[in-house]
């Protein structure tokens, strides 16, 4: 039997040990390239390794994805797959009642059961307390070992590769062809012929128990999304950025420096840089955070486009340096991928709660542009946008991400080099023998962005410092009305930015009504699904999502005007619903959720039907 | 000669070239005079044009010198000069980089940078003006200041030892390690010379006097009638050689420095001869530290006491980046975004 | 002729050599003692010692004193002393129409005019361009060494005692006893006899000249101001907050430690507290900013008070581990002596645009207290509020001042030791032997405060940390449920604060009306004169002045509601008024200034008569 | 004996009464593990009892020590654990107060706090787990990788210079060095006694397997096979004798070391002496830093390399509280409130 489906959320979970991530990987993958849309949320434990079987050591990796659009992966699963006992203990509150449970049998001797700390005695594969779920026992681990008998293989390789089964039985159940995942054992292992061979055969195998199991007799069908025509991949958060630096800087034909501090969850940053030396980027893994900063602003002096990253205590230590690049009026562009907070907080989960700080976190009035992705694909351009708005109006930006999307995937429809617009930088002019003018470093064009003018260059030899600057010349400054008059200058040329913006679009329902949702980075996909699924139950309920956060659209404040009810959900306490309040008087109110989890829809959607 | 100067030519300039038209504020009588005259002298000497140097540094009397070089400059934050000039360096390796920091600066909030910049090897100058208190917040002792110094932070007297800052930087794998003192320009200019000739961080500590919060820390060093009892200026190849016309020596008792008469008796043969590449010999030169007393006392070393050759970190970094562009290719935009896995829709 | 004055403002400025600061202090005590009030603001060049005779080089001492309340230093001078020629260029502006100018002559000649910047052949004593005041040319340099010519000092050591002469000549405008100096002078110089003497005869050669010079008709006569009664004592700001410290600490039986990296305007409350080590008070010069924090939490967890302070950019660098005071729960008072910015900006000069730092400068959700005061003498009860907040309520609290407070004095009726309230850390119980309770650190009383359990008290055993904490047992834990529930107990326990402060009062003015100026901090004196020249003319305007930044007064909302218009004066581009419009949700208007110096009260007033 | 130990009784406990409740999180097969146990177990040894000892670490895998050892303990933040040491310190001299700290937190953003920590004094002891990798945040390089190192943030390769930790804390002044490892418990337990009898800052580097991220990095010295050739164990007034069954010796040629055969003619009697308390051997000794290779390679020094006496800070700092408070009077509050000029409205 087939039935046709139009998404589907499974979750794969396991011990740290047991290749989750590599199994979800690649169902994904597959997933998109048969033209499905799919978004990912893998889920580390906070251990390096934990003990084996203990409920520290679960990792999981959610993935939905449909034959429609998919903006988050998946507020419930609809299938589990529970490597142990601690895995499916760990999960179940995510499964849905009558999900499916692929539970490996093996995984639920009296051991894991006790680590997974279940009552003595009690199994739950063989109790009745899965009486909600339609249970699948399957011996992985005995059926692995079965299917590599002949490979020479000792026992503790076998059983590496039993997450191989599992992928390849869920391909059966959702009647996938295994040849993504050959291809990629096949490059994996091209060196070690013997391990290529057993995983194969092993992911066979998976695929085979489908068709020979009783147990299940339906396979489900879900067709390709309707997705816009194109090229695709798959890509992370923090890959994306990567190469939207990568793109940007070659845009703008500046080298890319990029240093920084390793810390969860932007360490992966730092890592995908520092593979494409061949680009000729420069990576520094610095000192610490602010060394990192020191050094990127540096780097922007001489004329690269500096970057630095980091989360949320990282950023907190480039807080006075990032004053310092407020005032030199250099590029400079600072990711922050949050994390739980405050201090060390929850390393490997995910919050919005660093938006104040990006606002305000340095001394003195000291503003800079913020901008924030929404999604790992969104991550590319948004980049791209964050570059080029520190090179061409010389200031440093934020740009905000969080560990949900720096983990998460989904499909990305990229583009072609030549086709993103290039990068202007603004130049400074090296002077010419015998030209007396004076170079004035602080002298501005119209938009109110002073010139780059890099050592090496003829006579426009400057110093640039923290001190207040005489407007023009750029000279130490104590002078009273000079004082006022730069720094309203400097927060000027800030909201001069938004004029060189697109305007904020609705990006799905009425352009007037009840309900305005309006959203800033990750939580973009809940809030899509709830606001598609409302509007398909016949509710009036709207959509904007802010990419910039300051300065903020010229036309928001149009916007808001057009909607009874402004609900900003945020993952903290309610950080822009207090900047919207504020700027524009009106009564925006907030939906927060500090779990270091992304919204579910149905939060979403609750949290509408209540206002409406 | 470093990578800037060689490639670059000598446009003939004089110091006064190196002058600014920005008042110079310090204190009179401050040391620092006399070093801003000798560097704008050196970098004439060096034959670089103004537009190839860089001068960063943090915060502090000693770091407003950048607005007094008619170069490139950066008056950056406090402590964390070499941070900027770290990166600068990475992605400039033809400019020619100086850092200018205080004994505060350098030494105190700005430890850490200091000590990573010393391994690194960066091809840098970082010249440490220590006059053994914080000037510009009027007065505070510092890490250089000795115990017991009565300051507004301490008017009971400081109770921390001070770092000796050639031996920080010799454990922090300095290649480069020199002193020097604000008022023997001509000494001053010859090691501002090497630092400047050294490929690598160099670290040149400058005695430097604050007459108005610390006056007369290294007179003993400085002055006429104690000058010549109290330092002991180094060259390379040469026995350890000081005091009046010459009169006294350095020689060495197993490890043991000892101080003999040339003019009763001691010949220079037994000296102790300077080298500048021997990290032991140059760890026993750091460690000369100790007050100068009277004529018991060591003197205390002036000049290069430590030199080694090792890769910079500069040329490392673009070594690396030329070694991958060989190995993979010079980056393709195109290849990179579209990964090693797409598929179409259509 | 004696004429009767209800206040003057008096500048005395000249070049930092001139023992300016000294001879202002000097008539500040004086006047004080006589029962006056006073205000004063000492204003130093950028420089430590510019260049002898130059603009930057000027140091002025700037003091309003009265027979009425004073509540600032004056927003124009009705007297002048200038030093020399640069003195008179640089405050010119200030004075006064038709107000006094007493030159001092030999500070006039071609060399210092020449460093004045006084074009070629003009000497402002000799042409007309003073016409419009009234210009005293006194030979002060001859009429001092004159007045030595028998003290056989050197010519060098009898000009540097010419700043007495003036002091002399002013006590004698305005009719001032030189008892107070004279007793100054005598301890001052009390080892050295020849100085003394020196200093007392030019002082009395002053007073003379002004019996004798025919120039001056005029004495004035400032009668007693109505102070309360009590004992009085002149105080700066960081010597307030020292004394605030000290008397708060020894209230609650703490020891005090204060861990510090000096940094202009905060070193002064270094060295204050460092005077005092008879009262067991540990100071601490730490390597930075981040050692200076981190070291008082550590005494904080010994038990003592842990206090640090900085101004603007090191309080940036305390951001990170200011967010671990808050999530360990554990006493600090963190005070910043706000200066001018961005980055090293204005060090010399006053600013309030650290608000938004001090609130929201941490990664992640970290609420904490925020208080700040509003003029030197207010310093201390502010200060000794800030500590009891941390210890009771165990909580970083930041103490928010400026450099116009800290280097401001005014006289203090200070309070007997008896008097001040006592402070009640929340010391947890040391384990009776045979105990079998389990400690828990984090299980809170009805104020939602936990125990403050000290190392050396047995059995009470626990490990605090950065990472979120269990309920009650302060356990790691990465439940996100439970994350939420302490997000929100973190905001919750420091909102409750208020409900342990006194109501917020109106200051002056009616209850109700058309418009309250609502200020916090160093505004105070300039919005408290301008409302009470207000209300002298007959406008309707009233004051309310926050201490209590956040957790903001109870009460507030119910006191905005009964106002037409809000104004809002800062020294920053509106950072107050931006929570005000957000939590309120009225028009509030704010009132900016950033010129690194004060509110004169007439731009206020000027701003309260265009809203009416 | 510290303070600590001297005033306080021995409460007769075993290494697991310092075992918490909570589960040790570390992989399992860490170095942390052994050097866990070695320090529960050294806690009942030195009679201190639980609640007088501190434990306060960074953040890495390291610093998660506290949460395993009943007593008080701060799990603070990247690097700043001195910091917080200190001002802990200064307050309650009477606690036995330890910091743990890895590579990265102790010497990359913490190098500047562990440097002033040193040339300070405190009565503290350092334990630096180096396993020269950062482990919790999976497997970069730290500043004591090999140049090379092939990591998520050097796929290429590092091209850093490393620290050598203990020329460094030598340099910085530190007044007890010493090195020992996870894999040898005995030798751990003694040198943790040691650092623990130390009156000052003792540095204490523990080479520290790290089996998922740089798995063997130090099995040159802790395997059977090479540990007797690679590995000189110092003893105080003893000889620098190693190799298989004390085979091998070090003697000094000037001021190079050299290696003989005790086998083939050599005599103790020429061999180096081990003293802890001479700084320029110990300079010498934080020399032997080349990686071990073969039979000519010199030897990895473990035990204390220097050590010295000199006043600790905290006592210092209680000295002159007492000081003043002798020549000055206790302080009194309303003398300190009135100051020294006041005057009566009424
Ligand atoms: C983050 C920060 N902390 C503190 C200061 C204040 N500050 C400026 S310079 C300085 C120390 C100056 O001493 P040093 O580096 O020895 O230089 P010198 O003035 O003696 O030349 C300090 C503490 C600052 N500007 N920034
Ligand atoms: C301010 C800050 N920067 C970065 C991090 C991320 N971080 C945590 S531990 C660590 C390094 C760990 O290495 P090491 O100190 O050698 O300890 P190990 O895990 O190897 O024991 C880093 C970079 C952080 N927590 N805080
Ligand atoms: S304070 Fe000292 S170091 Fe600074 S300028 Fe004056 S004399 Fe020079
Ligand atoms: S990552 Fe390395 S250091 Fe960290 S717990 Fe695992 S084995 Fe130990
Ligand atoms: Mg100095
Ligand atoms: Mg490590």
């Known amino acids: 039997m087939e039935t046709q489906l139009k998404e589907v959320t499974i979750l794969f979970a396991g011990d740290s040990g047991d290749g989750i991530q590599l199994t979800g990987g690649q169902f994904t993958d597959t997933a998109a390239q048969l033209g499905n849309d799919v978004s990912t949320f893998p889920n580390f434990p906070a251990e390096i390794r934990a003990p084996i079987g203990t409920l520290a050591g679960v990792s999981g990796f959610q993935l939905k994805f449909g034959s429609v659009n998919i903006y988050t992966p998946g507020d419930e699963c609809d299938v589990m797959v529970a490597m142990n006992a601690a895995a499916l203990k760990a999960n179940l509150s995510t499964l849905k009642k009558g999900g499916i449970i692929i539970a490996n049998e093996s995984g639920f001797d009296s051991k894991n059961l006790r680590l997974a700390k279940y009552d003595e005695g009690a199994n739950p594969l063989e109790n009745h307390s899965l009486e909600d779920y339609e249970v699948h026992k399957v011996d992985v681990t005995k059926l692995t070992r079965e299917a590599l008998k002949d490979s020479g293989l000792g026992q503790k390789e076998m059983d590496r590769s039993k997450n191989m089964f599992v992928l390849g039985f869920v391909y059966w159940i959702y009647n996938r062809s295994l040849d993504n995942s050959i291809n990629f054992i096949s490059t994996k292992f091209g060196k070690k012929p013997e391990l290529r061979d057993a995983n194969i055969a092993v992911l066979k195998a998976g695929y085979h128990f489908g068709d020979t199991a009783e147990a299940f007799s339906t396979r489900y069908e879900i067709g390709p999304a309707p997705l816009p025509k194109g090229t695709y991949r798959t890509i992370n958060g923090n890959q994306a950025i990567g190469l939207g630096l990568i793109a940007a800087t070659q845009k703008a034909g500046l080298e890319l420096f990029y240093g920084s501090y390793p810390i969860t969850p932007a360490s992966s940053l730092l890592h995908e840089l520092a593979k494409h030396k061949n680009f000729g980027v420069k990576t520094y893994q610095a000192e610490d955070e602010i060394a990192a900063i020191c050094s990127a602003i540096g780097a922007s002096f001489g004329g690269a486009l500096g970057v630095t990253g980091s989360s949320g205590p990282g950023i907190a230590l480039k807080g006075e340096a990032l004053g310092l690049a407020v005032i030199l009026e250099i590029p400079l562009v600072v990711v922050n991928v949050q994390r739980g907070g405050p201090s060390t907080g929850l390393p490997t989960k995910t919050e919005q709660a660093d938006l104040f700080q990006a606002l305000y976190g340095r001394n003195g009035e000291a503003p800079l542009p913020v901008i924030a992705t929404r999604s790992p694909a969104d991550c590319f351009e948004t980049t791209i946008e964050a570059c080029r708005m520190a090179v061409e109006h010389m200031t440093p930006v934020i740009l905000l991400s969080d560990g949900y999307i720096a983990n998460g995937s989904e499909p990305w429809k990229f583009p072609q080099a030549k086709d993103i617009p290039v990068i202007t930088p603004p130049m400074a002019k090296e002077k010419l023998n015998g030209s007396t003018e004076e170079f004035l470093p602080y002298k501005r064009d119209d938009k109110l962005v002073r010139k780059w003018a890099l050592p090496g260059m003829k006579g426009l030899q400057h110093r640039i410092g923290g001190i207040e600057k005489e407007n023009e010349t750029g000279n130490v400054s104590y002078d009273p009305d000079n004082h006022e008059f730069m720094t309203k200058l400097r927060a000027e040329r800030i909201e001069k930015i938004a004029e060189y913006l697109p305007k904020l679009e609705i990006d799905n329902g009425p352009e007037k009504g009840d309900v305005l949702i309006l959203g800033w980075g990750s939580t973009y996909g809940s809030i899509k699904t709830a606001v598609r699924d409302l509007l398909a139950e016949g509710q009036e309920v709207s959509h904007a999502h802010l990419r910039h956060v300051h300065p903020l659209p010229k036309n928001l404040g149009e916007i808001l005007k057009n909607f009874k009810h402004v609900l900003i959900p945020e993952m903290n306490m309610g950080q822009l619903v207090q900047i919207i309040r504020s700027k524009y008087l009106i009564d925006a109110i907030g939906l927060n959720k500090i779990k270091g989890m992304p919204f579910s829809s149905s939060e979403i959607k609750n949290k509408v039907v209540e206002l409406i | ?346």
Chains 1, 3 share one sequence.
Not at chain 2, 30 to 58: N, P, R, W
């Open chain 2, 1 to 346: 000669m470093s990578t800037a100067e060689a490639t670059l030519g000598s446009p003939n300039l004089t110091s006064k070239d190196f002058a600014t038209d920005q008042d110079v504020r310090w204190c009179p009588g401050c040391g620092d005079y006399s070093i801003l005259k000798q560097v704008q002298t050196v970098m004439a000497e060096t034959g670089l044009s103004k537009e190839e140097i860089v001068f960063i540094s943090g915060i502090g009397c000693a770091a407003r010198f950048p607005y007094y070089m008619d170069t490139y400059g950066i008056h950056s934050i406090h402590g964390r000069a070499p941070g900027f000039a770290s990166g600068l360096k990475s992605v400039r390796p033809d400019l020619s980089v100086w850092v200018v920091s205080g004994d505060g600066d350098c030494l105190s909030i700005g430890g850490n940078h200091l000590i990573h910049a010393l391994r690194r090897n960066f091809n840098l100058n970082l010249l440490l003006f220590n006059n053994e208190i914080y000037g510009l917040t009027k007065g505070q002792y510092s890490p250089t200041s000795p115990k017991g110094t009565i300051t507004g932070s301490t008017p009971y007297g400081s109770i921390d030892t001070p770092f000796n800052p050639l031996a920080l930087s010799l454990g922090a794998g300095g290649s480069f390690i020199a002193r020097s003192m604000d008022r023997d320009p001509k000494h001053l200019r010859e090691t501002l010379l090497k630092a400047n000739t050294h490929l690598g961080t160099s670290l040149l500590e400058i005695y430097q006097n604050c007459n108005v919060f610390n006056d007369g820390a290294f007179f003993t060093y400085t002055d006429k009638g104690t000058k010549a009892q109290s330092t002991l200026f180094l060259e390379s190849g040469q026995p350890l050689v000081y005091g009046e016309n010459g009169s006294k020596g350095i020689k060495l008792d197993g490890f043991k420095p000892v101080i003999v008469s040339l003019e009763e008796g001691a010949s220079k043969d037994e000296l102790w001869v300077h080298d500048e590449h021997d990290k032991v010999k140059a760890s026993i030169l750091t460690g000369f530290f100790e007050h100068y007393q009277d004529e018991n006392s060591l003197p205390r070393p002036f000049g290069v006491i430590y030199q080694e050759d090792r890769p910079q970190y500069q040329e490392l970094m673009s070594e690396q980046i030329e070694q991958t562009k060989k190995a993979k290719g010079e980056g393709d935009l195109d290849a990179l975004l579209s990964g090693s896995s797409t598929w179409i829709i259509d």
